[in-house]
T-cell receptor, first 113, second 115 residues
Framework: QKEVEQDPGPLSVPEGAIVSLNCTYS??????FMWYRQYSRKGPELLMY????GNKEDGRFTAQVDKSSKYISLFIRDSQPSDSATYLC?????????????FGTGTRLQVTL | DTAVSQTPKYLVTQMGNDKSIKCEQN?????MYWYKQDSKKFLKIMFS???????INETVPNRFSPKSPDKAHLNLHINSLELGDSAVYFC??????????????FGPGTRLTVL
């Protein structure tokens, strides 16, 4: 069993829909949680970052962490075709030097017109 | 452009060959990484260097040897290439000093195909 599980999708939604992307994890030492977005044939880029439990909002994106359930989510409101990409969750026990990120396998999202 | 760059972008080679991938960052970061992304998009760390010193060395065959001539460069040399080495290899970098977002900046990737 992988340390971080993520449904690979693909997830297809119409433009304007609310999208929910999720990851579960098994290592209770994880404290920092990230969402990376990866467009086709490109490198991942950081989208959202949260520390410990709670919510964080940035424009149309909301990240949620529930450490008691070892479950994290990314919500995208008013989804746009430009949101079509693979979304990777990542997590680490600590930040700084040698901050080893453990990634999920990514969920491919397709937003259709 | 400030960025993480990798060369080559594509690499097609025969089994048994030796090849190198180069990475450079001009972001002023102290820490650099190599990741392997397989066909199922699973991204896994291989190595990390901080200011030319190896700080993360995951369970990787010793056919893979990273080299950091200075803190802005991290190269990956692969000996005796095998079919299973086919993947996209990403270089990344981050600040040494802990930052709130712990962001790692990724390069565009090198798509390696071993025939």
């Amino acid at each position: 069993q992988k340390e971080v599980e993520q449904d690979p999708g693909p997830l297809s939604v119409p433009e304007g829909a609310i999208v929910s992307l999720n990851c579960t994890y098994s290592n209770s030492a994880f404290q920092y949680f990230m969402w990376y977005r990866q467009y086709s044939r490109k490198g991942p880029e950081l989208l959202m970052y949260t520390y410990s439990s709670g919510n964080k909002e940035d424009g149309r994106f909301t990240a949620q962490v529930d450490k008691s359930s070892k479950y994290i989510s990314l919500f995208i409101r008013d989804s746009q075709p430009s949101d079509s990409a693979t979304y990777l969750c990542a997590m680490t026990p600590h930040t700084g030097t040698a901050s080893k990120l453990t990634f999920g396998t990514g969920t491919r999202l397709q937003v259709t017109l | 452009d400030t960025a993480v760059s990798q060369t080559p972008k594509y690499l097609v080679t025969q089994m048994g060959n030796d090849k190198s991938i180069k990475c450079e960052q001009n972001l002023g970061h102290d820490t650099m990484y190599w990741y392997k992304q397989d066909s199922k998009k699973f991204l896994k760390i291989m190595f990390s260097y901080n200011n030319k010193e190896l700080i993360i060395n995951e369970t990787v065959p010793n056919r893979f040897s990273p080299k950091s001539p200075d803190k802005a460069h991290l190269n990956l040399h692969i000996n005796s290439l095998e079919l299973g080495d086919s993947a996209v290899y990403f270089c990344a970098s981050s600040f040494r000093i802990p930052t709130a977002d712990n962001e790692q900046f990724f390069g565009p990737g090198t798509r390696l195909t071993v025939l």
